[in-house]
């Protein structure tokens, strides 16, 4: 499914227009995100349900994402880098929808990610407190010297007769909400991306292989596969993964060329230096 059919950014020209008029103070050292994306000739891109932004740090794969993302109004939870002129950038692009943008639509940063991960990791430390806390309890009432006085002591009644008719481990687990711990952070990331990408929408995501190890990153593969195929899914990747680049159908912008080129995974520089790497060490597996 294809809801953003194309994306066009300032000319090189446009943007210094935009600087000899608009701009008058030199106090600035920087007009990101102008002249980031023009300095790699990328003036315009085409949309397929899969498209992928390869290159390098600084290369602008992600500030083509932010733009796109700022531009379309899509849904964002994590804060990303902007300047005085990101506004006036985006002002100046513009762009074409083969279909309308559904709701739901979003862009999920590694930073989301990572802050999810946190999230499961302080619900776990307060799991943790608690059990803990429960673990005395238990031991507190089962071996109680307990007589009920009055009606004021009916709920310690309670709790002595529950401790002392259930096992520890019972009596934790019914006062307990479910532990999460079971998940590594690789699987918590995994899951935070089945539960971000809905059915029939445009999702941009910027380099969503980190924390996941290279089984994951396959698994991602497929899960992201079977989203674009079968559940009407546009998705548009900046990522190193060799595994996510290798993507059935995949159309992918070398943002390492100037001009931005469109390339096979297989042509693309770091795919080839995996490749002679393991080349290169072949008789080492073959042992």
Not at 77 to 97: E, I, P, Q, T, W
Not at 233 to 252: D, E, R, W, Y
Request: net charge negative.
């Amino acid at each position: 499914m294809i809801y953003l059919s194309e994306f066009e950014f300032p000319s090189y020209d446009e943007e210094y227009a935009f600087r000899l008029d608009k701009v008058k103070r030199t106090c600035y050292n920087t007009m990101y995100p102008f002249f980031v994306l023009s300095a790699h000739g990328l003036g315009r891109l085409d949309f397929a349900p899969v498209t992928i932004f390869y290159g390098g740090n600084g290369s602008g794969k992600t500030t083509a994402l932010n733009v796109i993302a700022q531009r379309l109004g899509l849904v964002r939870r994590a804060a990303y880098n902007r300047s005085d002129f990101f506004g006036d950038y985006v002002k100046m692009c513009s762009h074409r929808l083969a279909a309308p943008l559904p709701a739901g639509s979003c862009m999920i940063a590694s930073d989301d990610v990572f802050d999810y991960m946190l999230d499961v990791r302080a619900l776990n430390d307060g799991i943790d407190a608690r059990r803990e806390e429960l673990f005395g309890e238990y031991l507190q009432n089962k071996y109680a010297q307990f007589r009920m006085t009055s009606l004021d002591d009916y709920d310690r009644l309670k709790a002595v007769c529950d401790a002392r008719s259930r096992t520890q481990s019972k009596y934790v687990r019914q006062r307990l909400a479910g532990n999460v711990r079971e998940r590594s952070n690789g699987e918590s990331a995994f899951l935070y991306f089945e539960e971000r990408i809905g059915e029939g929408t445009l999702c941009l995501l910027d380099e969503p292989e980190n924390s996941l190890s290279p089984e994951r990153q396959n698994e991602l593969k497929e899960f992201l596969e079977q989203s674009a195929r079968y559940f009407d899914c546009q998705l548009v990747i900046a990522t190193h993964s060799p595994f996510l680049l290798s993507m059935n159908g995949a159309k992918i912008y070398d943002f390492d060329e100037t001009p931005v080129d469109v390339k096979r995974w297989t042509e693309l520089k770091n795919v080839r230096a995996y490749y002679e790497f393991f080349k290169w060490r072949q008789r080492e597996f073959e042992i």
